[in-house]
């Protein structure tokens, strides 16, 4: 009788609403119930960014909207901080590298997070830098960054902070406004619940003057578009209907529960999943783990593709491997989104099975009942 | 007991097994599942396509891949025949001019199709042209172009035929390698029965040579990847795999009917709104008309905002009004998708009761008799 069960760092698990809602006929996109539905989940947006700027939506992935950050806000011949620390920090080095933005990369180990210092001295040398490409979330390592500390160097500056939290939104703490972050871009199935196909930025008027005068090209990603006419509940093209209602009802339960007890949930899950790998006598792979999901360096001797493999087809659960040079070296549990403290339990027994029966030797219950004693507490 | 029936040119009703298949739980995208799901997806597109090249797809709306097929095949400074009859030929226009591409228009009267003599006029004269981007069929007018003439002028050429069958794929005929097409895009929403946010686009080896040299930016969009990764059943980013689920179930429709029935299905749907709105007395709007829609052109003093408003809040039926310049002063009925005649005769009789009701006086039945005189020959 198999359960399939997802832990993977998007997509995520989708609430069964959510589900319902995408087997409705569909409506026309260019119907007042499409633009309440439009002005609805742009409204609940805010809420999740915890902003007071209007979101913009995208009918694409995440890196969408990545891109569109970048040709919307730069100019030919501008320069940017890139900080690349991951496959997702890289991503914005090649996007900016695309549209011949010359970067300054600062390079961080994989599995550390960005010292602001180094970024501070980099700002110091290179007065003429337009933006800061970060990321909240690396999703490849499992690190967090500290995107507050950042912006304190970029909000006093004209420079720009532009923030990939495609993972991390509604896990990880992103105050946007409070902490003075200019772009803030996410998409539908990480911590929202929604099925993929969907990108969102978050623009402050920071930013809305940069786009004023940038002269890259963008058409289908076009921030200004989509955002004037998100503002009537209209899109400039078809969008993807469907997705939006799943995401209407997603959005309902976080702002039920209110983006800081959603995030306070995560931290809760992280911080069990955590003690639990430690408990099983295992590294944690981030120096500075996220809510968004916890990377476990497997033992050498470990095939982490094997492990992966046994996992997803014995016991239907899905975890994430490395990517890039870490490929077959950690594992990824995510911990994200539609998820409570029964399904991280799941996820670390069947983790501590599957290490058993690859052949690694661990105390079998270490894990759960570590994590069961972050839950009693 | 309202019943909410779109005959709007995308989006399209949805078969009920595309609907539920949405509502299943979400499988990963980097799952052997999903793998085959891909594969099988664009093995079926091909038929659909009329094509043997492989078709790549993108998670966006059709625009999406209209951008695409300019920043991947152009480079800097070429110059392209952009045919302009209607809102989504003018897209092409200035999705060309947002890269700096020297456009060359052919501006047609709305309403009418291309004379393929102005075209071959236009390529004797500028030599160098590297593409013309085309639209089979114009959805903002209902208008079809003779794509097929078309081809034979640039097939001899090394000029590229590029063409937006967004809403048309699957309803009007396009023999892509027949014909000889270069690029055809198209998108989920219209013929293929899906909900918006998957983009499509078949390109042959001549347009994956000038792929080659392109030097414009792209990312997102970059068709290469998409390409590549979909020939091994991946993707470069996280698709919208809910959509591809659905669209999975659509195309197990239209290859169990066969390409050429389907459209032949179009055909007679379409004979039969035409031969229903002349039944009436009302012209109309296209001089070629397309089977993807019918456009009518509404008698003075009747206002075509007010009759759509009518019909989609008394009787539940959706049709598309006028875009741009032919607001108010067009009716689109689209039979498009998953249609059949029972449909039609929905359709035209809740035109004639609204006409009647808005104040335009027809015989009543009159339509519905004609489109049944059709349905029985």
Avoid at 81 to 89: A, M
Avoid at 311 to 324: C, E, F, K, L, N
Avoid at 329 to 348: F, S
């Amino acid at each position: 009788m198999k359960k399939n069960l997802l832990f993977t760092p998007g997509p995520t698990p989708i609430p069964p609403e959510a589900l319902l809602a995408m087997a409705q006929p569909i409506d026309y996109h260019r119907s007042n119930a499409t633009a309440a539905l439009i002005k609805d989940v742009l409204e609940k947006l805010k809420h999740v960014f915890q902003t007071e700027n209007d979101v913009l939506f995208l009918t694409s992935s995440g890196t969408g909207a990545m891109e569109g950050a970048v040709s919307n806000l730069l100019s030919r011949g501008e320069k940017a901080i890139v900080i690349r620390s991951g496959k997702f920090g890289e991503r914005w080095g090649e996007i900016c590298a695309t549209y011949g933005i010359e970067v300054i990369p600062i390079d961080v180990t994989w599995g550390n997070s960005v010292e602001p210092d180094i970024v501070a001295s980099a700002l110091a040398e290179h007065t003429d830098v337009k933006a800061v490409f970060a990321t909240l979330c690396e999703t490849s390592t499992g690190v967090l960054h500290d995107i507050e500390a950042l912006a304190r160097l970029t909000r006093i500056r004209p420079t720009l902070l532009v923030v990939d939290a495609v993972s991390a939104l509604g896990a990880d703490d992103l105050q946007m406004d409070n902490w003075g972050v200019d772009v803030v871009v996410s998409c539908s199935q990480k911590g929202l619940m929604t099925p993929p196909g969907l990108a969102f930025a978050a623009v402050n008027q920071r930013a809305w003057d940069a786009v004023e005068r940038s002269d890259l090209p963008k058409y289908y990603l076009d921030f200004r578009k989509a955002y004037e006419s998100g503002l009537e509940g209209s899109v400039p093209y078809t969008p993807a209907v469907t997705l939006l209602t799943a995401l209407q009802q997603a959005l309902n339960r976080i702002c039920a529960e209110g983006i800081q007890h959603t995030i306070d949930r995560h931290n809760r899950l992280a911080l069990a999943t955590r003690s639990a790998i430690k408990a099983l006598g295992l590294p944690l792979f981030a120096a500075s783990p996220a809510n968004t999901l916890t990377s476990i360096r497997l033992p050498e001797g470990i095939d982490g593709k094997a492990l992966i493999n046994l996992m997803r087809d014995t016991y239907g659960i899905t975890y994430a491997g490395g990517q890039s040079q870490l490929s077959g070296k950690i594992v990824r549990i995510a911990h994200l989104g539609w998820m409570n403290e029964n399904d991280v339990i799941v996820a670390i027994s069947a983790f501590e099975r599957g290490l058993v029966e690859i052949g690694h030797a661990i105390p079998l219950g270490a894990g759960v009942s570590a994590a069961q004693e972050i839950f009693t507490q």
